[in-house]
């Protein structure tokens, strides 16, 4: 199981015929493993990794520190769920150290995301107060490095 | 074995000592040229990792440059690596060497091989080397002034080296065993059993064995066996070990000897007044790789597996039969069912159809009827050069 994931993770695109391969399993087994996984969202979903900019496509993202007063009883898990609600949040952490959550929020233009941070997240009770870095530059994403790769690096062609 | 090809410099005044003017020219030079020359050829003629080396690894040998680590060490080694060596060796095979008087570090397992030869060997003393076999084995020997011995290995059985068969080759001139597992270029393994019959016959007839085990961590689905862990053997083992293919460090240059102390002695006398030692920035890299890059070798390992798997079943599903490498990144199909000889095939699949393959006669006139084909390239390429091969194969089917 492990390892035709590990696989699948590699290239969401693999086939299972591919992914039989290899790994040495029959397709049999590695498409029940596949649906056995996806069922129990252990595979939550097939992404693909785009670098935009390359499309000419204006993209702000920007990384939201959120300081939370706990509530009681529940503590950060309801104004985790108020905030991952909202489409504009791509990821939500909760983080030890000086501040609460961690919100990673994606717009269109700066000023859409301030919007956002401005009248939907900072409002919101037991939110006290939240810090705005724009993200500038992407260099690496979910283990994949996006600019800067080492092109041009050669090995012989033949050797013994 | 082609080891040795026509005497070319005749006469005292021929500017080449005859020795090395015995030596046959590499079997690859000729493709070197042909590849070079052709636009989008993929290449699965590579004997080295295609993996950048761990970034871990690297940025520590770029922070030991900075802070001025640029200068000569100990013939031996540096002693924190020895004594890394020494660790690793005893962690995973329970082998005991010193790091002060067993251990030396060289400039790769080639070094290895040209120290460990010259060390042991005298004019006329014979080698045996397996067949086909990784060029080097031989062409030491020879650099040695001794004389290899080819015992022949087939596809029938695996490319093992039968004890049988060697010993039918020894005579009172023979003085050493090389073995390579997992091999270049076949990809073969040999099981703790098999190795104890090789193991029986240096007992028997007094031999010392050079075991280049440089892929040692690059197997598949089975435990290496070290040939120095077997009873008795560590007293007649060379053992060379590297950092070139587990670690994808080809280009750093470093490497280690592991023997008693009397052999590590001898070759560090050569190693002395011909290298004086080790680069320092391969060994502090080389540090950095076994004290903390095992978690990067599985990972390589891991991926080698799955084109692995890709490369021998699409092999076999294109009618180059090809037994099951367990061990290194080679698979090594026959392509006898083309007609062709081995260098007929790869130069025709290179002008036809842009893939680079190695001719197994390259190896030893064992090799012939198969070619190299190494795995350590992209799935992508390894998937687009398996579709151009079968192209190549099925308009070349005799009938
Ligand atoms: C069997 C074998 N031994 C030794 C070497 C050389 O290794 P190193 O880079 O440590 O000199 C190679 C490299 O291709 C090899 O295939």
Redesign the interface.
């Given at each position: 199981m492990k390892?035709i994931l590990?696989?699948l993770e590699g290239?969401a695109r693999a086939t299972a015929e591919?992914i039989a391969?290899?790994?040495?399993k029959s397709v049999a087994q590695v498409k029940r493993a596949i649906k056995q996984a996806e069922k129990e969202r252990a595979i939550v979903k097939y992404k693909t990794i785009i670098n935009w900019e390359k499309l000419g496509e204006e993209q702000v993202q920007a990384l939201i520190e959120i300081k939370i007063a706990p509530q009681r009883d529940v503590g950060f898990d309801s104004i985790a769920e108020r905030i991952y609600r909202f489409p504009e949040a791509r990821s939500v952490y909760l983080v030890s150290g000086t501040y609460d959550l961690a919100v990673l929020v994606v717009g269109s233009s700066m000023h859409e995301v301030a919007g956002f941070v401005a009248q939907k997240l900072a409002p919101l009770e037991s939110v006290q107060g939240t810090v705005t870095h724009f993200l500038l530059k992407r260099y690496k994403e979910d283990g994949e490095i996006l600019e800067g790769e080492?092109a041009g690096?050669r090995?012989?062609?033949?050797?013994? | 074995m082609s080891i040795t090809g026509a005497v070319r410099a005749k006469g005292p005044r021929g500017a080449i000592s005859q020795r090395v003017g015995q030596l046959a020219p590499?079997?690859?030079r000729r493709?070197?040229g042909l590849?070079?020359s052709l636009e989008g050829?993929i290449?699965l003629?590579?004997?080295?990792p295609?993996f950048?080396t761990p970034w871990h690894v690297t940025e520590a040998a770029i922070y030991s440059l900075e802070k001025g680590q640029t200068m000569y060490t100990a013939t031996y080694g540096l002693p924190q690596l020895r004594h890394e060596v020494a660790r690793y060796l005893e962690d995973r095979y329970a082998l005991r060497y010193s790091p002060d008087d067993e251990l030396l570090i060289t400039v790769g397992v080639s070094q290895g091989l040209d120290l460990a030869t010259r060390a042991i060997l005298d004019p006329g003393d014979e080698v045996i080397v397996p067949d086909p076999g990784?060029?080097a084995y031989g062409s030491c020997v020879v650099l040695a002034g001794g004389v290899p011995l080819a015992v022949p290995t087939s596809q029938e059985t695996d490319f093992k080296l039968e004890a049988p068969q060697v010993e039918a080759r020894l005579s009172d001139r023979t003085k050493a065993i090389i073995i390579g597992y997992p091999a270049?270029p076949t990809g073969a393994v040999m099981a703790k059993g098999e190795l104890a019959g090789i193991a029986e016959i240096a007992r028997k007839h007094n031999l010392l064995v050079i075991s280049d085990e440089i892929y040692a961590r690059l197997v598949y689905g089975m435990e290496h066996t070290c040939f120095a862990t077997l009873p008795g053997m560590k007293e007649r083992t060379i053992l060379l070990g590297g950092f070139s293919k587990a670690y994808a460090m080809t280009g750093w240059r470093v490497g280690y000897a592991a023997a008693r102390a009397e052999i590590i002695e001898a070759m560090s006398k050569i190693h002395q007044y011909a290298m004086l030692c080790a680069p320092i920035m391969g060994q502090v890299a080389a540090i950095e790789a076994l004290s903390s890059g095992q978690a990067a070798v599985e990972e390589m390992v891991?991926e080698y597996d799955?084109?692995r798997?890709?490369i021998v079943?699409g092999l076999n599903d294109i009618g180059l039969s090809c037994f099951e490498p367990k061990g290194a990144f080679y698979a090594f199909p026959s392509v006898r069912g083309t007609g062709m000889s081995s260098e007929q095939f790869a130069e025709r699949l290179l002008l036809e159809e842009r893939v680079?393959v190695?001719p197994g006669s390259?190896?030893g006139a064992c090799g012939e009827g198969h070619v190299r084909c190494c795995y350590a390239a992209s799935?992508s390429d390894i998937e687009e050069a398996l579709e151009r091969m079968g192209r190549f194969v099925s308009r070349h089917s005799p009938g």
């Open positions: 390892e590990k696989t290239n591919q391969t290899m790994t040495g080492t690096v090995r012989l062609p033949l050797t013994l | 590499s079997g690859i493709f070197f590849v070079s050829v290449s003629g590579i004997g080295e295609d950048a990784y060029v270049n891991a799955r084109r798997r890709v079943k680079a190695i390259a190896f799935l």
